[in-house]
């Protein structure tokens, strides 16, 4: 099953009508505290449904998106409501968001119009813990790479795309290539040999850039990631690699790299891998005033049944909200309305946890 657009301009733009009093598990929950946590079984998230970025220069952002990397321009909306600022953490914020789809994925570009973010550091690093990318699969790594030399991209990756080795049985024969948007965010394009990847990233009759297969994070631990993805929201495990040597190294510009890389899916939208440097161990922490302005933030949205449910777990858990809580959304603009959320995940990424 796809799932729908999620137009959070319009969702932002209005109040959410008032409810009338429901069973304490459900629609209609109004407070976190009315809520019994089950801390034994997971949120129930039904998986991701965008990522989504800051930029400081929209149509600019736009043009690469679309001319370079062939997204389609679905929606461009400008919201200035307080409901985006409480569920963002960012008072007073007027934004223009832009929504990109490519196959069946959606990105979502952020710019905020009063006043701007900071730019990120000129010496980030692959390893670092504010890197997040999305992997866009594409169906001939050579001509797909001849296009973004022909655009002027920026590389992040030291050199040319690599193909990761055979001796590898989970990784061997994948092609990738690191490079940078006008902002300097992250991007990956990859393709996936024979016997790797979903089904849909082996169409070769199809256009040079398929989709969003996931989006990558640089985690510190993989196991306290894993207690927040999986147990807590309740995103699978899909595959595991141990990736290390001179193709690694090149592939992410960090001498020394050897990875620890796990792969987690809903039953729906781009799945969810974390990077775990094993060594290098010298990336630096996310920077804990980081905001939604600034130029390294992301965003992963993901699907709830419940909000309320979700929001109790994740203070039961510890987890550090940047929403001061739920917030109601417009009924009728996401998926027949409902509300939303956002939180910090063990490193400090964003993610966004919308009932639809």
């Known amino acids: 099953m796809r799932l729908a657009p999620l137009l959070l301009a319009a969702a932002l733009a209005a109040p959410a009508a008032a409810q009338a009093p429901a069973p304490w598990y459900g629609k209609g929950v109004q407070s976190a505290q ?3 946590v089950d801390r034994s079984q997971p949120i129930g998230a039904r998986g991701v449904a965008a990522v989504g970025l800051t930029v400081a220069n929209m149509d600019r952002s736009v043009r690469f998106y679309t001319d370079v990397l062939t997204f389609t321009l679905v929606a461009d909306t400008t919201i200035d409501a307080p409901s985006l600022g409480r569920l963002v953490g960012v008072g007073n914020a007027r934004v223009r968001v832009v929504r990109l789809q490519l196959g069946d994925e959606w990105l979502e570009l952020t710019q905020y119009l009063r ?5 990120p550091p000129g010496d980030s690093r692959s390893n670092d813990r504010w890197f997040q990318h999305v992997a866009i699969i594409v169906s001939d790594m050579d001509r797909a790479f001849a296009r973004l030399e022909a655009a002027g991209v920026q590389g992040a990756s030291a050199g040319g795309p690599e193909e990761l080795p055979a001796w590898n049985p989970n990784a061997g024969g994948i092609k990738a290539f690191y490079f940078r ?11 996936f040999p024979v016997g790797k990847g979903l089904p849909k990233w082996h169409d070769t009759t199809g256009p040079l850039f398929l989709g969003i297969d996931h989006t990558a994070i640089v985690v510190r631990n993989t196991e306290r990631s894993l207690a927040f993805y999986r147990d807590v929201l309740g995103l699978s495990v899909a595959g595991r690699s141990d990736n290390y040597g001179p193709e690694q190294e090149h592939l992410n ?3 020394g790299a050897h990875l620890r890389i796990t792969s987690l899916r809903g039953a729906d939208g781009p799945g969810v891998e974390f990077l775990e440097y094993l060594t290098p161990r010298d990336g630096r922490p996310y920077p804990t005033n980081e905001r ?7 965003q992963t949205r993901v ?3 419940d909000v ?3 929001a109790a777990r994740l203070r039961a858990e510890g987890a550090p909200f940047v929403s001061a809580g739920a917030v109601s959304l417009a009924p009728g603009a996401i998926m027949e309305g ?3 959320l956002e939180v910090r995940d063990p490193d400090g990424h964003v993610v966004q946890l919308i009932e639809p």
């Not at 006043?115 to 730019?119: H, K």
């Not at 939604?292 to 992301?298: F, G, M, N, P, R």
């Open 34 to 36: 009315a809520v019994t």
């Open 115 to 119: 006043g701007s973010g900071r730019a």
């Open 181 to 191: 948007d006008p902002d300097g965010h992250p991007l990956e394009i990859l393709q």
């Open 253 to 255: 510009n960090v001498p």
């Open 292 to 298: 939604a302005t600034d130029l390294i933030h992301w």
């Open 303 to 305: 699907l709830v049944p």
């Open 308 to 310: 309320e449910v979700a």
């Open 338 to 340: 409902g509300r939303g």
